[in-house]
């Protein structure tokens, strides 16, 4: 009811315009980057008369003659800005220049949001910076904090969302899709993500119900945008865990941004519960230059060349697992060695041209490669014990022997993969329709040779046991070559359009591709719409569905089979078919002040219909897919978001999640392989309030723990959930030297600094050992235990950041 007198009163105080002549203002709303800005409110002060400005930052609004009036521009991240015309008279143009709201206190940045009028939400990528991050920093490490994403493995930058598999999640850098290697079994072996947070100038994330322009895959987008050096910068960092340099020059046409990092998480496997000879290191080198050609035509260059290797010679394992009353005890005595290599190389050069203002033009060549090498011959020999507890000392002693063995793991695994691509896309903005095309042609061709046995022994017999013949535990062979081609393109239109009560904006498209190896053709359909409503302008409203496909990439077609020896091959499935997900999402923001400070409350519900599924098991981040679709299921869920300035000046946010996952496999109904319950993330930021200096971050992520099942069963002998992950990492940084510091002025030695920075990071401050997978042993009966692998332990890791 007070709403209705509100409008009212305010109508009241209207009504003497109406009756006057009119004039119209028109304009451009620019940022200081002389970017249009879209979405800005323009209102008339004292009136409800207002309008936004469009994607070109256009607006025009009428307003009274005669007397002076004030127009005022606001926008959420923006400063507001008011223009008095003093006498208004006829028609006239204004154009206007908005400030970002941007409060740099060091390196704790806060940044102010537009409306989203789409799934896809932005992040700063500047927050990467000084958080406390066991891989060493990556753009990863704060996706996993927004609402839907989960990690359960530190060593790891992969992770899930919304119940999808790592391989759902597709990534783009500069509009092109990033591969990854193929054959890495854990986190120790990962090493550096790809995307260069040195380089990175936009990040968008979208967690489902993304837009046609973006490939085949069913779970989300991550769009990183490598930025233009406007000057000379340059940075070096380092800490226990490696160090990284970057430069960037821009002269009248050139610019270039180099950066190469080296990566070593020997000081956080040593952790472990494996005492063990780690000698791994992680090396990458990326670059991006544009040239202009001319004022509407620029040429660019990605590249990008990595390392990884991981020596690994374990010694002895002491493993304790249990409950509190019931606890085992597992020692373990190796003998061998692991040795692994990634190689990958990628680069990528485009053209970019604005044929008129109104219509772009791009065409882009790229290609990938990659060298996997994949090593080991390790034997341990295991004791398995009951301990007791002592209840009058409270100590803890060995107690009954529950079984003694041995085990041999061999393998001998090499991949070769290439990837070129060809790819046309082009734009019109039309104003408030804005229309988006693309063809994509990709030929692949791997060479994959799998070698691996498995070796078991209990109590001198061997694992399985057929009285006749000694027999490995499990074996696995392949000796495959593919070579095939895709093609896919996609069109897609985004109309803005008002009406009375708000602004709308709707996209629709629709993508298509054909695969030659199983000859399909697959068409996905997809639209979203938003609106925000003229009297509620704190309030966004979203909602999304489409179909997307998740096109198989060699993992998924391949297919195990058993010949006539017993002993397993690997062959391809040639009548696999793509994945099917069918995306319904609805969700908004609402954007409000408490103690004087901003903050937004996102909100998103979804619902996927799965179908035509190919079943996978996942160890540590391997994941074994069954080799054929035989599966359908869905997902179910609601993410939340509280993101804002608990502290006065720094954003921090706090994401909550809902889910429930299912898939029937030829009848057998279990939950998917990342299915979570819940799952809450925390980021958060502050500092000293009288030393803005000194700074302290936090990470934390707790989720309950993910389904799994007996080694080679699959999902016939059962499913059972691991313990919750738990895990809390801090960091504080000091900065040391300032770019308006007065000593920099008077020592030429430190005029050449813009910021030192110094810092101390706690990872697991808790110490809660997590568990990631799991060992499985066998007595002579061929009864399981399973033993947990835990991951890494409390971590001090000492860092320094210099910018130039």
């Known amino acids: 009811m007070y709403k209705k007198i509100y409008f009212f009163l305010f109508l009241l105080a209207s009504l003497p315009a109406f009756g006057q002549k009119r004039a119209t203002v028109t304009g451009i709303v620019y940022d200081f980057d002389n970017k249009p800005l879209d979405f800005v409110s323009v209102s008339l002060k004292g009136s409800i008369i207002g309008t936004f400005t469009d994607s070109k930052g256009t607006y025009s609004i009428t307003v009274p003659q005669g007397d002076s009036v004030t127009i ?60 406390a991050d066991p891989s060493g920093g990556s753009i990863e490490s704060i996706i996993v904090t927004l609402a839907g994403v989960s990690s359960t493995n530190e060593l790891s930058s992969q992770y899930s969302v919304r119940g999808g598999s790592y391989d759902e999640n597709i990534v783009y850098v500069n509009g092109i899709e990033v591969n990854r290697p193929l054959l890495i079994r854990s986190g120790q072996q990962e090493g550096l993500s790809f995307i260069n947070p040195n380089l990175t100038g936009s990040v968008g994330f979208s967690s489902g119900g993304y837009d046609a322009s973006y490939g085949d895959k069913m779970s989300s987008v991550l769009d990183i945008g490598y930025r233009k050096p406007e000057n000379f910068e340059a940075s070096a960092s380092g800490s226990f865990l490696g160090g990284n340099f970057h430069v960037g020059s ?83 005595y190796f003998d061998g060695w692991e040795k692994d290599k990634f190689e990958t190389a990628f680069g990528a050069l485009s053209l970019k041209g604005r044929l008129t203002d109104k219509l772009d033009m791009s065409l882009t060549a790229s290609a990938f490669s990659s060298y996997e090498h994949v090593n080991y011959d390790i034997s341990g020999e295991y004791w398995l014990s009951e301990q007791e507890l002592d209840t009058e000392s409270g100590t803890t002693q060995e107690g009954e022997l ?68 000694v027999k ?60 925000v409503p003229n009297k509620e302008r ?37 009548d696999i078919k793509s994945q099917k997900s069918i995306h319904f999402v609805f969700g908004g923001d609402y954007e409000f002040k408490t103690m004087d400070r901003p903050f937004k409350f996102t909100t998103e519900m979804y619902y996927k219909k799965l179908s035509d599924l190919v079943p996978y098991t996942v160890d540590n981040v391997k994941i074994t897919y069954y080799g054929k679709n035989m599966a359908s299921g869905y997902i179910a869920g609601l993410d939340m978001k509280l993101f804002g300035e608990f502290v006065p000046g720094t954003d921090s946010w706090v994401s909550f999640s809902l889910m429930k996952s299912q898939q029937d ?50 999902y016939n002998k059962g499913v059972f959930r691991m313990p919750s992950y738990r895990r ?19 020592n030429s030695f430190l005029k050449g600094f813009k910021n030192i920075w110094l810092g101390l990071d706690i990872f697991n401050l808790l110490d809660i050992k997590n568990t990631n997978s799991y060992y499985w042993i066998s007595d002579v009966y061929n009864n399981q235990y399973a033993v947990p692998n835990y991951l890494t332990g409390r971590q001090l890791n000492l860092k320094f950041i210099a910018e130039f």
């Open 472 to 531: 490995v535990y499990s074996n696995l062979q392949s000796n495959n070559n593919l070579s095939s081609t895709r093609i896919s393109g996609y069109l897609q239109e985004t109309y803005k359009f008002r009406i009375q009560d708000g602004l709308f904006t709707l996209n629709a498209g629709l993508r298509a591709s054909h695969w030659s190896l199983n000859k399909e053709t697959i068409i996905s359909p997809r639209a979203s719409l938003a609106y």
């Open 72 to 131: 005022v521009f606001s926008c959420m991240g923006y400063l507001k800005t008011q223009r008095v015309i003093p006498k208004m008279a006829t028609g006239m143009r204004l154009n206007v220049m908005m400030r970002e709201n941007a409060n740099t206190l060091g390196e704790i940045v806060i940044t102010g949001k537009q409306k989203q009028t789409s799934t896809m939400q932005k992040v700063d990528p500047r927050n990467v910076k000084l958080l």
């Open 250 to 332: 821009a002269g009248k046409r050139f610019t270039q941004i180099t950066g190469i990092r080296y990566k070593t998480n020997k000081s956080l496997v040593g952790t472990m519960d494996t005492e063990a000879e780690y000698d791994p290191y992680f090396v990458d080198a990326q670059t991006y230059m544009t040239y202009a050609l001319s004022p509407r035509w620029e040429a660019s260059f990605l590249g990008n060349y990595s390392k990884n290797v991981y020596r690994f010679r374990p010694i002895t394992q002491t493993t304790s697992f249990g409950t509190l009353t019931d606890v085992r005890n597992f020692t373990v």
């Open 402 to 469: 529950l079984g003694v063995g041995a085990y041999l793991e061999h393998a001998r695994n090499n991949l070769e993969m290439k990837v070129r691509k060809f790819t046309f896309s082009g734009s019109y903005n039309a104003g408030k329709l804005l229309s988006k095309w693309g063809l994509t042609f990709q030929n692949e061709s791997i060479d994959d040779k799998i070698k691996e046995w498995q070796l078991r022994d209990s109590s001198g017999y061997s694992i399985p046991n057929s009285g006749e013949l």
């Open 728 to 746: 809390v990492d801090i960091g504080f940084s000091w900065q040391a030297l300032g770019e308006e510091d007065a000593i920099r002025q008077r």
């Open 538 to 574: 704190d309030i966004t409203l979203r909602m999304a569905l489409g179909v997307y496909y998740q096109a198989p990439f060699y993992k998924e077609f391949r297919e195990t089979v058993l010949d006539t020896n017993g002993d397993s091959h690997i062959t391809l499935n040639k």
């Open 665 to 714: 496999i030829n009848g057998l109904k279990v939950p998917l392989p990342t299915d979570q319950s819940y799952n809450f993330s925390l980021y958060f930021q502050d500092y000293v309030p009288r030393n803005k200096r000194l700074k302290m971050n936090m990470r934390g992520l707790f989720s309950q723990g993910l389904p799994t099942t007996p080694s080679n069963q699959g």
